[in-house]
Every structure is written in structure tokens, then in C-alpha cells.
């Protein structure tokens, strides 16, 4: 099947999309305290999920409707123009899915590797401190969040190892929403984001105290520019380290399931071409990182990174937006708030191409073909190799 084809099918393809992490909305005491846990769960879940959806005037980068924005993003898959033009990919799917994302995962979008009895919210957490760790800052350091978001890891991180980290997005709706975040914790003198690409820093050469990532160099059209670049503006001796979504050894090219799932993992994310985890550190090698340490970390999970995507977390607070129920509740919220008109119009058409990527991300990770979490340590020599093919 064409890649077009299967753009079009899959916007009739139902599935299960997961739920949220947003600000608190007061009445959930009152109903905590009237109502019977479960239902108490669903009046939180409802007064948060409105005024979300409902953001109808939001400072979207193109000025476009939420509609005309997904059938643009969605021509570009169709198209095969995701490496040529991986700025508007990214940008168009960011721009339109962000809103969801907060609502869904909470301000840190990204997986996690769970230890025993953890929470969500914890393992992320110690997900992200574990690259303050392995950078090995000093106090006052100055660092780069490549494709930082919202900003929730670089927030966390700036407190915990009392670091300044400077976020790099090409978003303008997630860069406003970040510094204002940013505000409200009252991190200015240690945060701040800027728009700019990670494959053209503004940065000098050798400026730098570290750099790392959280599954978002997968955007990239062109891994050894953008590794090259993070490269370039490190000191020599510091440290880049992240978390990549990567092909798995098991992934066959030849196995049409494993191709349709691949694609399906790009459209739902907006992803130019997944790598093999192999082809991610031969990249940083050849551009002149030293890797110190690699590995598939969402092998050490006690349950499997795409649980809150399956829907099988237990029915508690915590976990209701990652429930079945939670998922169906969502996508029903949000079909019945377009008909009303107070969500944007192409909320639900945005909501199924989720659900579809989300699902598509469950069936690669039951067959093992694909982590989120490829882990990455890699440190620039403080004697720099002159054969080292760099960009500036």
C-alpha cells in the first residue's frame, strides 16, 4: 500500500488514545469528598479536560485553523517531503498536538523506565534526573534541552542539579507556553527557551557545559548535522546525553507489518525516518563523540514504557487518563466538544491520528521492534581528532 493510501485509511481507523496531567481544578475536593472515588476521578477529569480543548485562540505558529493545520501536516507525509521539510513537520504537528500532549502526558513528553511500585509521574521524574546525573554538572553549569518542549525536564532538571539550562525549540506556541511556565515557578534566573533549530545552534563553538535530549532528535531530517552541531558548541571533556527513539535488532525492512508500523510510528509523531539504534551511535562516532555508555534502557523497566499508551493501568487517580475507560471518555469529550463548537475545529481528526500513532507505538513495542528509550552517554575528547568530519 502506497504511504498516501494508508494516510488516508487511517484517518477512519479507530483506537484508544490515553489521558492527562494538567492543572488542578479545585472542584476535585468537593467531589472527592461527595462522590465515590471513581466518580470523583471523572468530575477531576472533566473540569481539567474543558478549558484545555477549549484553548480556541491560541498563539498557533501558522495562524492557521487546527483543521487546515493536520491536513497540511498530513499532505506531507503524503508527499514524501518529511526530510526536505522536517521544520514544517514538526512545527505543524507541535503547533496542533501540543494542547493534547499537556492534557494526555503532562508537561514532559516523553516515556519512562518504571522501577517497583513507581508512579507515572515518578518514573518520569527520575527518568530525567538521570541525565542530570550521567552529564556530571557542577553547580551553575549551563546546558541545552534540544527540542525542549514545554519545558517540564528542563525545569526539573534545573532544580535538581541547580544548574541553567537554555531549551531550543522551533515551536512558538510550545516556546510561549514554556516561558510561561517558567514564570509561574519562578525559574528565570535559571531557565529560559529560545526559539532556534538543532541543526543551526546560536551558540559559540566550545561554549557550553553540556547538552542532552529526550526523544527529540528523532525529528531530525539529518542526525550527523544535528549531532555535529551539539558537538561544535560543547566544551571539550563535557557531555551529550539523551534518550532516542530507535529501531530494535528484531526490526526486519522486509517484514510489511513492521514497515506499516514504522510509518504509522512517524505519522502519529511527526518523525521524517526512525533509525536503528546501531546507525545512532555510528553517527555520533563519526562526527567525534566518544560513546561512554549505550544501551536500550526500556529494558530494565518492571512493566513495559508503552503501558499508559495500552490502557491497562489500574483504575485509580494516578492512572485514570491510562485507562481504556479514560481513553474512550477522552475521544468522546473531544468529538462532542467539536459538534459544539468549543473545540477548534479538527480536534477529533487530530485526536484519531494520536490514537492511531498511539497505537501503532503499543504493537511495535509488544513485538519489540522499537524502544523510545535507547540511552545514550557520549563525551567530546578534550584533544579533538582533526579527521573528524564536523559541520560549522
Known sequence: MLAQD?????SGRRGLWRLPIHKSAGLWHQAATTSSDAAAQLWEFLFQFLPVVGRRGHAKSSGKSTAEELDEYLALFALALRKRMYKELSNGMYDIATDF????WGPSFHFAVYGPDETFREATRRYEYTIALRLKLDPDAEVIDLGCGVGGPLRNIARFARCHVVGVNICDYQILRGLRYIEDEGLMNQCTIIKADFNDLPFAT???DGAYQIEATCHSPDKRKTYSEVFRVLKPGTRFVG????????YDASNAEHEQLKFGIEIGNGIPDLMRAEEITQVLTQVGFEIEDAYDAAELSVKPWYTPLSGEDAFHWSGFRHTRLGHHVTHALVSA???MRIAPKGSAKMSR??????RDLVAAGRLGIFTPSFFIVARKPLELNT???VSH
Open 101 to 104: 500532549y499537556e492534557w494526555g
Open 6 to 10: 494508508r494516510v488516508s485509511s487511517r
Open 387 to 389: 579527521n573528524t568530519n
Open 353 to 358: 491520528t494520536l490514537m492511531d500513532g498511539a
Open 337 to 339: 466538544l467539536e459538534t
Open 243 to 250: 534518550y532516542e527513539w530507535a529501531l530494535t535488532n528484531r
Open 206 to 208: 566550545s561554549s557550553k
